[in-house]
């Protein structure tokens, strides 16, 4: 006698909920034009990882320059399969020449951690780093109606914030005793 298996795939549904019509952009946004722009950020100098320290650094770092190695592993690792000595072996790349993109020195705060600072050179490179993103998007955006472009902005912000808040209140939830 033949067993029969449970279906793998989930039932459809007659009318898609609007997360599963926003799930179904995860793929062409995530891993077609996601890692395409990421791939005009690094310039054909960087690993993918290198380069997302450096974007990190730009968007979360104090003063856009500087962050604690702690912080950068912590959430590099929540994005990638990557281990603390992966990382510090990317950042130290980076921290040699010929890149010379970022200095590791003691953090005054705690003699046990260590802050990683863009250098000049650092500086001029995520500046770089943002024209080619710039003009990546441009040739996309460029073939969409600037009303949807600025909607579809105004969307992403939304969308953001709402994860976050959904995260915090995860958080919250998951630190309660029962």
Do not use: C
């Amino acid at each position: 006698m033949k067993m029969k298996t449970p279906a793998l795939t989930p039932k459809k549904r007659a009318t898609p909920t609007v997360a599963a019509e926003l799930q179904e952009f995860f793929y062409p946004i995530h891993y077609q034009i996601g890692m395409a722009l990421e791939d005009a950020l690094r310039g054909g100098l960087l690993t993918r990882k290198q380069s997302a320290i450096l974007w990190m650094i730009r968007s979360a770092g104090e003063e856009r320059r500087q962050m604690r190695r702690k912080d950068i592993v912590q959430s590099m690792q929540s994005w990638f399969e990557v281990t603390n000595s992966g990382l510090s072996k990317a950042i130290r790349g980076m921290a040699r020449e010929p890149l010379a993109l970022v200095e590791i020195a003691e953090d005054p705060r705690s003699a046990r951690e260590k802050l990683v600072t863009l250098t000049p050179k650092g500086e001029e490179f995520i500046a770089a780093m943002a024209a080619r993103g710039e003009v990546f998007l441009h040739d996309v955006v460029q073939h969409l109606p600037a009303n949807v472009t600025r909607g579809g902005i105004e969307y992403l912000q939304q969308l953001t914030a709402a994860f976050n808040q959904s995260r915090a209140m995860k958080g919250k939830s998951n630190g309660k005793r029962s």
